[in-house]
């Protein structure tokens, strides 16, 4: 028998909003591309064995800057990212992919570098 889990607050409120606005379910996914971009870029810096505070040194930042990008991330700058991708080593590249093709991608490919 499947375990279906029964629709918390937070389904609650996305359903509001969507009934609300029929743009919100599409925002929210945008806002969820941005996120795992973030993780990725966190991710990459834990490998990398680099800190937040040397991160955010090279990026003319603060540390608790790096910090609320890898946790919270509402909604970084492109400049902001590409900084923070260019410190570890990494380019932020962008593909415009036709809407109907959209989910069969993933939304976030990260390339790692050859062992050491």
């Known amino acids: 028998m499947m375990n279906v889990e029964e629709p ?19 925002l929210l996914e945008a806002a969820e591309r941005r996120r795992e971009l973030l993780r990725a870029l966190a991710e ?19 540390q608790s800057t790096v910090a609320r990008l890898e946790a919270t991330a509402t909604d970084a700058r492109i400049s902001t990212l590409d900084r923070y991708a260019d410190v570890l080593g990494y380019r ?25």
Do not use: G, N
Not at 9 to 19: P, T
Not at 92 to 116: G, M, N, W, Y
């Open 8 to 26: 918390d607050f937070l389904d609650e409120i996305v359903a509001e909003r969507a009934a609300k606005d029929r743009q919100f379910p599409r």
């Open 44 to 62: 990459c810096r834990r490998e990398e064995r680099q800190t937040q505070t040397a991160v955010a040194a090279a990026m003319r930042s603060s």
């Open 92 to 116: 932020v590249q962008f593909h415009l992919i036709p809407e109907e093709l959209a989910t069969a991608d993933p939304p976030v490919v990260v390339h790692r570098r050859a062992s050491k």
